[in-house]
């Protein structure tokens, strides 16, 4: 993995963007272990899908999360899948194919689970 440093490159507020496999890290920033995963992470994602549609349905998620509630970018699946498994180093070596989508299936599947338990507590007579 090759790593550059730039002084504007990605925008202040990032440490690094990780650019079609080439990882750009601003300068200032120590580039350890769990930030190199992450952008490790990405990688992976970029091959599974293509670069191009990468940054397509990573710039569109983004936008269609933008005007709701919470950080869009934090919620992009890309991202969530990075956050989430940046600090476990052998996460690649385990990690399933279109991994952010399954994430959030999973997730959205277990918020209705979770909704239905709360339900039917509710209407639990025994309660
Ligand atoms: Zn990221």
Redesign the pocket.
Known sequence: MKIYRSKRIPFKGFAAINLFGFIVVRKGVFANETLLN?ERI?TAQMRELGFIFFYVFYGLEWLIRLPFKGNAYRKIS??QE?YDHQNEPSYLEVRKHFAPYRFYLLKRKKKKTQKKRNKTKRFDPTL
Do not use: L, M, R
């Open positions: 992450h990405h890309f991202e990075a």
